[in-house]
T-cell receptor
Framework: QKEVEQNSGPLSVPEGAIASLNCTYS??????FFWYRQYSGKSPELIMF????GDKEDGRFTAQLNKASQYVSLLIRDSQPSDSATYLC???????FGTGTRLTIIP | DAGITQSPRHKVTETGTPVTLRCHQT?????MYWYRQDPGHGLRLIHY???????DKGEVSDGYSVSRSKTEDFLLTLESATSSQTSVYFC????????????FGQGTRLTVV
């Protein structure tokens, strides 16, 4: 079992809708998680991090962490074509990435 | 942008030759990392460093060695390159682990023929 798992997609969402990206992790000791966005041919860049149970909002982005279920998610509201990218979930304690979910926003 | 420079950006090399990739930072961050990225596998940690001369292995360290003689430089060496090491290599830096953001370099595309 991989330490961090994501659905590889591709995930297609209409412009203006909510995109939901999910991640599960195997180590109950992991405390902090990061969401990175990676455009094709570019390096990953940080969107958000979360280390407390519950929700954390930043503009159109909301990260959710449920430590009991070992589940992390990222919601993107009012999706824009510029949100089309691969989204990577990262376990800060294990220094491990998920395989990434490719998101396409359809105009 | 965080001050991270990877060199070279692109390299083609022959099987069996040694290759060294360089990561240089101007942020004085303590931690430096080498990842490789392959389709279907995402980013996988090769080695990381938590200080000068302090390094540790990651998930896919076989066939790779690293050195860090100065805070700003972290070198990745493929001792005898193989076709399975064809990949995109990313260097990253951070001030700490756990809840500290990592910043990534632009990547090095390595092709072993």
């Amino acid at each position: 079992q991989k330490e961090v798992e994501q659905n590889s997609g591709p995930l297609s969402v209409p412009e203006g809708a909510i995109a939901s990206l999910n991640c599960t992790y195997s180590d109950r000791g992991s405390q902090s998680f990061f969401w990175y966005r990676q455009y094709s041919g570019k390096s990953p860049e940080l969107i958000m991090f979360i280390y407390s149970n519950g929700d954390k909002e930043d503009g159109r982005f909301t990260a959710q962490l449920n430590k009991a279920s070992q589940y992390v998610s990222l919601l993107i509201r009012d999706s824009q074509p510029s949100d089309s990218a691969t989204y990577l979930c990262f376990d800060g304690e294990k220094l491990t990435f998920g395989t990434g979910t490719r998101l396409t926003i359809i105009p | 942008d965080a001050g991270i420079t990877q060199s070279p950006r692109h390299k083609v090399t022959e099987t069996g030759t040694p290759v060294t990739l360089r990561c240089h930072q101007t942020e004085n961050h303590r931690y430096m990392y080498w990842y490789r990225q392959d389709p279907g596998h995402g980013l996988r940690l090769i080695h990381y460093s938590y200080g000068v001369k302090d390094t540790d292995k990651g998930e896919v360290s076989d066939g790779y060695s690293v050195s860090r003689s100065k805070t700003e430089d972290f070198l990745l060496t493929l001792e005898s390159a193989t076709s399975s090491q064809t990949s995109v290599y990313f260097c990253a830096i951070s001030g700490g682990t756990g809840d500290t953001e990592a910043f990534f370099g632009q990547g090095t595309r390595l092709t072993v023929v």
